[in-house]
């Protein structure tokens, strides 16, 4: 099962993306539809930190406190695809953005809950 993550690029500060998470690969519609899904980013110098995550039916989505209000992760389970949508971007969200499937039914905050991750898509804001 592989992760593509897409939609990434370079916007100004207060501008707005939308970022997508599909699958390709035996099992992947099924992973994308029963597993909770999570994104990441990584920023340079810095570690892999939590930005948001969602149960594998669409419930209890999370969000870390720097990205609250501002986004918002959403799932569409029939095109076994999740998205984040990013207002409000601010020069600190520059980073490369992961899409993750959790190992589980439930999203996390935790990295290693997490076994199948995309290859990142690389979000830019400019000042």
């Known amino acids: 099962v592989q992760l593509q993550a897409s939609g990434g690029g370079l916007v100004q500060t207060g501008g707005s993306l939308r970022l997508s998470c599909a699958s390709s690969?035996?099992?992947?519609?099924?992973?994308?539809?029963?597993?909770?899904m999570g994104w990441f980013r990584q920023a340079p110098g810095r570690e892999r930190e939590f930005v948001a995550s969602i149960n594998w039916n669409g419930g209890s989505p999370n969000y870390a406190d720097s990205v609250k209000d501002r986004f918002t992760i959403s799932r569409d389970r029939a095109k076994s695809t999740l998205y984040l949508q990013m207002n409000s971007l601010k020069p600190e969200d520059t980073a490369v953005y992961y899409c993750a499937a959790s190992r589980f039914a439930s999203g996390s905050t935790e990295v290693d809950r997490y076994a199948h991750w995309g290859q990142g898509t690389l979000v830019t804001v400019s000042s």
């Open positions: 690969g035996r099992a992947s519609g099924r992973l994308l539809s029963n597993n909770g």
